[in-house]
């Protein structure tokens, strides 16, 4: 199974960027996408997920901010970031598993990750 994150840059408060992850080696929508992020000096920290069930959950910090989605045609989960902060500066993770309702934000659930992609904001 293979994880391939983009999307990543420089952007300044206020603005927008759009995260792609294209997923190969599995079977897809049998099973959940997730964002984590992890900034510099922090523990790795949950963003986002797409549960297989086809339900979204969203961190408190980036609830109304940003918008997983995915396209199982393409294979690809996205994570649509508006209204940035500096604080939501780290480098973003994509990650698929099959966890269950209560691990759904345990990074430890799930069993593959993409290598990951900076996003900085400056204020």
């Known amino acids: 199974v293979q994880l391939q994150a983009s999307g990543g840059g420089l952007v300044q408060a206020g603005g927008s960027l759009r995260l792609s992850c294209a997923t190969s080696?599995?079977?897809?929508?049998?099973?959940?996408n997730a964002w984590f992020r992890q900034a510099p000096g922090k523990e790795r920290e949950f963003v986002a997920a797409f549960r297989y069930s086809g339900h979204t959950y969203y961190a408190d910090s980036v609830k109304g901010r940003f918008t997983i989605s995915r396209d199982n045609a393409k294979n690809t989960v996205y994570l649509q970031m508006n209204s940035l902060k500096a604080d939501d500066t780290a480098v973003y993770y994509c990650?698929?598993?099959?966890?269950?309702?209560?691990?759904?934000?345990?990074?430890?659930?799930?069993?593959?990750w993409g290598q990951g992609t900076q996003v900085t904001v400056s204020s």
């Open positions: 080696g599995r079977t897809f929508n049998n099973y959940s």
């Open positions: 990650a698929t598993g099959r966890p269950i309702l209560s691990m759904v934000r345990r990074s430890s659930a799930y069993d593959y």
